[in-house]
């Protein structure tokens, strides 16, 4: 994992370059994601770990390459240091918000498996008095996701199970979703716990699995600033267009600058959304692929993560839209985002040193943990994204308000799919049987909203 962990910090260096360089680092890595796509629609029979390790390596190393060669040509990395203290220093609100947040999801992660429902068996019961479980995450050297649930105590709050639960969350960065696509992993529960246990467990996993896929992960989408280093001193300045933001990101995507702005606007359209427009269009195909094939087991399991991660995928767009439409009004895009880019690696380098400080005999995972709070602020990133749909919702916010206040109801519809997508996956759970069922009811579901959002 460190391995990969450094060249996941060396790949971040595409968010610390302007130009050209950037363009075609974005745009490796959208290629990458969809030969990954179609790499996991190959049965699993015709394929060896090593096959696929032998494909997807030279890929990721010239991810790699281009990035290093960023990192190696950007000045800030010699004074990164004193820039980012001041940078934290000036964002402490903004990161004290964060924290909260993330302690609040730890808590709600540690008490989230419960042997009958997925909070308190008795609502009206404290916090500190919930029953449930909680689980450990490992990936053993066969291949195999081995998980372990550990009972809660019932008596008091006891951090060290919030902390451990947060961990094991968090170590699920590295569990993607090609392992539900192609079952190259199996689910090992680790003791005798009852089936509905069992369920509900792989049930929150795969919940948190695509929520980091659709909210957290993607990181390397967008950039609103260039950093323009004076060769001759030590020191860089930050740049933004005074009129616009849309045209100076434009202006750093593009080579030339066509002179007519409707040209300008539908060439930037273009360039910038056509890998991510391809890789939703290969998830949807995964999505009719699966109707046919004949395994039950993938059935069970593949068809409906995908229908929700398909759903995920498609709702997750209007709630990063209304995000942008308030930072964009408020005028946060040029306190943030350096403020994220130095607290992502800050976090990496540091959990990289304490890794190291493991090897040589140091057990430090409480310092670990530290760090990947600190990867996680710098995540959020992502709501920085402003491309082909945030540029037609501000056009619709110019237009109407209503049409903006219709939007953000819909917005809030996210968590209508996930909780039928959870229904679903825990009904087919049960039952092998009733997954024609199931995808019927999600047809008529999708026909409906779909015919009443037309009116």
């Not at 609100?93 to 999801?105: A, D, G, N």
């Not at 992660?109 to 308190?120: F, R, T, V, W």
């Not at 392992?179 to 529960?189: E, M, V």
Request: net charge positive; aromatic share 18%; with cysteine.
């Amino acid at each position: 994992m460190l391995i990969f962990l450094i060249l996941e910090i060396i790949a971040y260096g595409f968010v610390l370059h302007k130009g050209s360089y950037l363009r075609n680092a974005s745009r490796v890595i959208e290629i990458l994601s969809i030969i990954q796509l179609i790499i996991s629609l190959i049965p699993t029979r015709f394929l060896t770990k090593y096959t696929v390790a032998a494909i997807l390596i030279p890929l990721r190393l010239l991810i790699i390459i281009n990035g290093f060669f960023v990192v190696y040509r950007i000045k800030i990395i010699r004074i990164f240091t004193l820039k980012m203290i001041s940078l934290i220093y000036s964002s402490r609100y903004f990161f004290v918000v964060l924290f909260i947040s993330h302690i609040v999801m730890s808590i709600i992660g540690l008490y989230a498996i419960n042997e009958s429902k997925y909070y308190c068996s008795d609502i009206h019961a404290p916090i500190h008095h919930c029953r449930g479980y909680y689980f450990i995450y490992d990936d053993v050297k066969d291949g195999n996701i081995i998980l372990t649930p550990r009972k809660i105590k019932p008596s008091s709050l006891d951090y060290d199970n919030i902390y451990n639960s947060f961990n094991s969350i968090m170590a699920l960065r590295y569990f993607s979703l090609s392992d539900f696509y192609s079952f190259k992993k199996l689910f090992i529960i680790s003791t005798n716990f009852s089936q509905q246990t069992i369920t509900t467990l792989l049930i929150f996993i795969f919940i948190f699995t695509f929520l980091r896929e659709a909210i957290i992960r993607p990181t390397q989408w967008a950039i609103f600033f260039y950093l323009n280093p004076d060769m001759t001193k030590n020191t860089f300045k930050i740049e933004y267009d005074e009129y616009d933001y849309l045209d100076l990101f434009m202006k750093n995507m593009l080579k030339t600058i066509p002179t007519n702005e409707r040209d300008f606007k539908l060439h930037r359209l273009i360039t910038s959304n056509i890998y991510k427009l391809a890789n939703f269009s290969f998830n949807f195909l995964f999505l009719c692929l699966s109707v046919w094939q004949n395994s039950d087991k993938f059935l069970v399991i593949s068809l409906f993560s995908k229908i929700c991660y398909l759903l995920i995928h498609c709702v997750y767009i209007s709630i990063v839209l209304i995000i942008e439409c308030l930072l964009f009004k408020k005028n946060v895009y040029k306190r943030a985002y350096p403020y994220l880019c130095a607290c992502l690696y800050l976090g990496c380098f540091g959990e990289i040193f304490i890794q190291l400080l493991e090897k040589c005999g140091t057990n430090s995972l409480k310092y670990v943990f530290i760090f990947r709070i600190l990867q996680i602020f710098g995540q959020f990133k992502i709501f920085l994204n402003f491309d082909i749909f945030g540029i037609l919702f501000m056009e619709i916010i110019k237009f109407s308000k209503i049409i903006f206040i219709l939007i953000v109801i819909c917005s809030f519809l996210f968590y209508i799919f996930l909780i039928m997508g959870t229904s679903m996956f825990h009904n087919i759970a049960q039952d092998s049987n009733s997954y024609i069922n199931e995808y019927q009811n999600f047809l008529y579901f999708g026909a409906t909203f779909m015919t009443i959002l037309r009116y």
